[in-house]
């Protein structure tokens, strides 16, 4: 099936503020055939994100940050997350402007070098946003440090850990962004070919 076997009968905005939220009244063409009873279906918009890794494999270390976040306070989670760098793409920007911006402001990291990992929709239930995951080459030697923009209400802690530590934060339960999760397995995968592509670089 595709876009032509939905039909939106209405659109109506519910709310327009960093998110907006819309209600559609549709229906949709049925596996079985013939067409569903018309349905409401609620959806939250904000644009699409980059979420970037930043890497050094010359220490074998990557950078998490830490902030609160109102959706793990909802969920009963610890408010304070730990997380990858982030950031919702604005209009003209590409996503690498973005992970090279969100890397400065957040972490304190210049990328040397930026590779792509995969895009998909974050919850298609309810939400629009597509996140692109990245890992980025940088040099930790500077990076950490609280940073964050004021106007944005911003109080990000950068951390840097050791790939180990990293994993071990995964594995106990203590880093629970779904999209960093996927960039610290990529990086497991890539890791030994990534410091071999650094050391020869150094020689």
């Known amino acids: 099936m595709n876009r032509d076997d939905v039909e939106i009968l209405a659109r109506e905005t519910g709310y327009e503020g960093y998110s907006k939220l819309y209600e559609y009244r549709l229906r949709h063409r049925l596996f079985a055939g013939g067409w569903s009873d018309e349905m409401s279906r609620e959806l939250l918009a904000r644009g699409n994100a980059v979420c970037v890794l930043p890497y050094d494999p010359i220490r074998d270390e990557v950078v998490l940050i830490e902030q609160f976040r109102i959706g793990a306070y909802a969920a009963g989670l610890p408010p304070w997350q730990l997380e990858t760098v982030a950031g919702v793409i604005g209009d003209g920007e590409t996503e690498e402007e973005v ?75 203590k880093f629970q962004q779904c999209p960093g999760i996927i960039a610290l397995q990529w990086l497991a995968a890539n890791r030994e070919r990534l410091r071999a592509e650094a050391g020869e670089k150094t020689e």
Request: proline share 0%.
């Open 99 to 173: 992970a090279c911006r969100e890397l400065s402001e957040e972490a304190n990291c210049q990328a040397k070098t930026l590779h792509f990992i995969c895009s998909g929709l974050s919850s298609s239930g309810v939400l629009s946003e597509i996140i692109a995951v990245y890992c980025a080459i940088v040099d930790t030697s500077d990076a950490g440090g609280i940073h964050g923009l004021e106007h944005e209400h911003e109080d990000i802690r950068a951390t840097v850990y050791g790939f180990d530590a990293a994993m071990k934060l995964f594995e106990t339960g």
